[in-house]
C-alpha cells in the first residue's frame, strides 16, 4: 500500500474545514433521507436489535435487495457500503499476478482494492463523445491478455457524471462473453439518472448474469452515506468468493440500519423520485454558475457530478485550480487528475458535486463568479 497515501477527498475536506469553503469535493448530501427510513433505524435500535447480524445480512434487507433486482435471495450479500463489495469481490475472485481492468478516470478504491489483491491494474480511457464520455471498446478489447481476470465498470460513471451508451454497453458485454471476463459492475448512482438517460444494469445483457458481481447501495439512492450499508449481487457460485473475502473483513454490517433500508426500498419509491428531481434542480444551479464564473461545462447524465475545463480561467492544470480554490473562493473540488492514470488527458479537468442544498449551490456560484482567483 505504499503508493496510496491520503486520499484527494481528504485533502481537499480538509481543505475545505480549514478555510469554512463549501464542500462540493466530496459526494455526499446535506439533507436526510425518508423520515420513516430514519424512524425505523431509531425504532430498531431502541427495541434492541443492536447485535451481529447473520454473515449474509438481514433476510428482509436480502429480500428486498432481491425483489428490486429480480433475483433470489441467495444472490444477495449485504456488505459494509458498496466500497466493501467492491473490495470483497476483489479479493475474492482476483488472483495474486493477474491483471484488472478499468476505465479511466476511475473510482480509487478500485486501484487500492487490486494492489490488496496483489494483481495489476490495467486503465483504458474512456473516450470523448460530444459532452460527455463513453466506452471506448476498442481500447477495451485491445486491453485484454491471458492475465486479465476481471473488469471493473462504473455507469453512472463517477467522476465524469456520464452514463454509458446501450450500444457501447452491448458491445463491452459481447467481448466479456467472447474473453469469459468475470465482470464487476458498481451501480451505487443506478438510481440518480437525469434528463431522459437510461441506466442498463451489466447483468442483464446477454451472457452476461453468471459472470456478474453487482454492487449498490442504500447511501446515494437514500441519502444515507453514513450508513455504509450496501450489498453485492451475483449467482451463487460467484458470490460464493466474495462472501469468503468478506466475512473476513467486517463479517458483517450494522444491523439496525438494515430492516430501514429495507423499509425505503420497498416504500419510498416516490420519495427518491422527488429527491433525484431536486438533484435534477441543483445540478443545474451549478452548471449555471459554473459557466457564469467562466468554466466550459460538460454534460451530466448521471450521479452527483459536474465536469468542468478550468482552462478558460488561464490554468493548464486542474489540480493547481482545486488547491488555490477552498482558501481563494471559499469552494472545494476534485482534479480528475487524481482519479486517473492518465493524467495529462484529464488534467485541466475538475469535478464539483452538486448533492447539496440549493441555496448552498447559489451561495457556492456566488463565490465563484465574485471573487476573482489568482494563480497561486
Known amino acids: 500500500m505504499q503508493p496510496f497515501g491520503e486520499t484527494i477527498f481528504a485533502t481537499m475536506s480538509a481543505a475545505a474545514a480549514k478555510h469554512n469553503a463549501i464542500n462540493l469535493g466530496q459526494g455526499f448530501p446535506d439533507t436526510d433521507g425518508p423520515p420513516r427510513m430514519l424512524e425505523i433505524a431509531q425504532r ?23 425483489d428490486s433486482r429480480g433475483v433470489g435471495t441467495e444472490e444477495v450479500l449485504i456488505t459494509v457500503g458498496a466500497t466493501e463489495a467492491i473490495s470483497a469481490t476483489v479479493l475474492g475472485l482476483v488472483e495474486p499476478g493477474s491483471e484488472v481492468i478499468v476505465f479511466d478516470p476511475y473510482y480509487d478504491a478500485y486501484a487500492a482494492a487490486i494492489a490488496l489483491a496483489g494483481a495489476q491494474r490495467v486503465s483504458v480511457p474512456l473516450r470523448q463523445v460530444d459532452r460527455t464520455w463513453d466506452l471506448n471498446t476498442a481500447a477495451f478489447a485491445a486491453a485484454i491478455t491471458d492475465r486479465t481476470s476481471m473488469v471493473i465498470i462504473n455507469s453512472p460513471h463517477n467522476p465524469t457524471g456520464s452514463v454509458f451508451s446501450r450500444a457501447a454497453l452491448e458491445e463491452f458485454a459481447r467481448i466479456c462473453v467472447a474473453h469469459d471476463l468475470t465482470v464487476l ?83 419510498e419509491r416516490a420519495w427518491l423520485r422527488r429527491m433525484v428531481d431536486s438533484l435534477a434542480v441543483g445540478k443545474n444551479i451549478l452548471a449555471d454558475g459554473l459557466r457564469n464564473a467562466g468554466l466550459k461545462v460538460y454534460d451530466t447524465a448521471g450521479t452527483y457530478f459536474i465536469v468542468a475545463d478550468v482552462s478558460p480561467l488561464g490554468f493548464d492544470d486542474g489540480t493547481d485550480y482545486c488547491m488555490g480554490l477552498p482558501e481563494l473562493q471559499g469552494v472545494a473540488a476534485i482534479p480528475l487528475a487524481g482519479f486517473s492514470d492518465h493524467k495529462e488527458t484529464w488534467k485541466p479537468l475538475v469535478r464539483f458535486a452538486f448533492c447539496k442544498r440549493h441555496d448552498v449551490l447559489r451561495e457556492a456560484s456566488e463565490r465563484l463568479a465574485q471573487t476573482p482567483l489568482f494563480r497561486l
Do not use: C
Open 44 to 66: 430498531e435500535i431502541a427495541r434492541g436489535n443492536n447485535q451481529y447480524a447473520p454473515g449474509k445480512g438481514v433476510e428482509v434487507l436480502r429480500s428486498a435487495v432481491a
Open 185 to 267: 459492475s458498481d451501480e451505487v448512482y443506478e438510481h440518480l439518472i437525469f434528463e431522459g438517460n437510461q441506466h442498463t444494469r451489466i447483468n442483464e445483457l446477454p451472457g452476461m448474469k453468471s459472470r456478474t458481481v453487482t454492487s449498490s447501495s442504500a447511501a446515494k439512492s437514500y441519502n444515507a452515506t453514513g450508513w455504509k450499508t450496501g450489498w453485492a449481487i451475483a449467482e451463487p457460485a460467484l458470490l460464493d468468493g466474495v462472501i469468503k473475502a468478506k466475512q473476513f473483513m467486517t463479517y458483517v454490517g450494522a444491523t439496525p440500519f438494515q430492516p430501514a433500508v429495507a423499509h425505503a426500498i420497498h416504500n
